[in-house]
Each structure stands twice: as C-alpha cells, then as structure tokens.
C-alpha cells in the first residue's frame, strides 16, 4: 500500500507542494480518492449560490471552477495511464485558461456536475485498482515536469481540495 508519507519529493516537482500539502500524509491510493469524492460531492451540494456566480467580473464561475477540477482531473489521469504503462514520451501541458475559455457562458447545472464528478473519479478510482506496485514507480514528464504515476491520485484530491478552499473564501463567504 502506497501511503503518500512515503512518497519522495524527488518523485515530482516542488511546484506540486501547494496540492500535496493539503492531503492528509496518512491516506493511501486506495483511499484518498474515494474519500476526497464523498467530501467534493458533499461540497458540490451544499454550494447555495448559482453555479454561474463569480467574485469578480474576469474571474471564473463557481461552475468553471467546478469543471476545471473535473478536466484537471482527466488530464492527470491520462498523465498516469501513459506512465503506468511505461512510456516516458513527454507530455505536453495544457492550457487551463483556454480549457475554461472554451466553456463560454455554459449554463451548468448541478445535477450534471455532480454526475460528471462521479463518474471521471470512479474512472480515476479504477485506473489505479489494478496496477503493480512496479508500474506505480514508473516516471513519466509532463509540462516538462518528472513525476512518478504513484503521486498523482494525491495531486488529484489536493488539486481538487484546492479549489473547493478558493470557492468556499472567494466566492461563499
């Protein structure tokens, strides 16, 4: 069982501190994600503020903070297929910003935020279900950054709990 105590720091970048940090060190792959799924669908619900409320007029909406967690989440789970199955091709990295761009003004709706949260984290959940504790060690690089596959379910949660802290003191409170 990996916990993510026992994780190195030289097995990803130290810009990546700002995510790890807030993972408690004990939890494990086999139980971060799912239970930083219960905590996400519970924040989702309780947010009483419409989805397309933003603090500032440039900022984003509460609902394209939602989705960027979800298309962050994609990205890095496609990170860790390619390094669990070993190719060390470097990965390009993405632009958040034109991600969320492309949302426009789309209307988001809860139920299917929640639905779509569920779902890309159950895929996530299964990814690392059966992976040898050997593929978990492999290394991979994306936006020119090393990291191995076995750090990214905490980056993950830690990047998802991240933002869920930005809305609830920018845009809830």
């Known amino acids: 069982?990996?916990?993510?105590?026992?994780?190195?720091?030289?097995?990803?970048?130290?810009?990546?501190?700002?995510?790890?940090?807030?993972?408690d060190k004990e939890s494990n792959i086999e139980n971060v994600l799912q239970q930083s799924l219960g905590k996400t669908l519970d924040f989702i619900n309780s947010i009483d503020k419409p989805?397309?409320?933003?603090?500032?007029?440039?900022?984003?909406?509460?609902?394209?903070?939602?989705?960027?967690?979800?298309?962050t989440e994609r990205v890095f789970a496609y990170r860790a297929l390619r390094?669990?199955?070993?190719?060390?091709?470097?990965?390009?990295g993405f632009d958040q910003d034109v991600f969320v761009d492309s949302l426009g003004d789309y209307a988001f709706a809860k139920?299917?935020?929640?639905?779509?949260?569920?779902?890309?984290?159950?895929?996530?959940?299964?990814?690392?279900?059966?992976?040898?504790a050997d593929s978990l060690l492999f290394k991979g690089n994306a936006s020119?950054?090393?990291?191995?596959a076995?750090?990214?379910?905490?980056?993950?949660?830690?990047?998802?709990?991240?933002?869920?802290?930005?809305?609830r003191d920018r845009y809830l409170s």
Do not use: C
């Open 144 to 148: 020119g950054n090393v990291m191995t």
């Open 51 to 71: 989805l397309d409320y933003r603090y500032e007029a440039s900022k984003w909406s509460i609902g394209q903070v939602i989705q960027h967690n979800i298309d």
């Open 83 to 92: 390094f669990l199955r070993g190719d060390d091709t470097a990965l390009s």
């Open 111 to 132: 139920a299917e935020l929640l639905k779509t949260t569920e779902s890309t984290r159950n895929a996530t959940i299964a990814l690392f279900e059966n992976v040898t």
């Open 1 to 23: 069982m990996v916990y993510l105590k026992d994780i190195p720091s030289d097995e990803y970048t130290p810009y990546f501190d700002t995510y790890l940090n807030l993972v």
């Open 150 to 167: 076995r750090v990214i379910p905490f980056l993950i949660a830690g990047h998802s709990l991240h933002h869920e802290n930005v809305i």
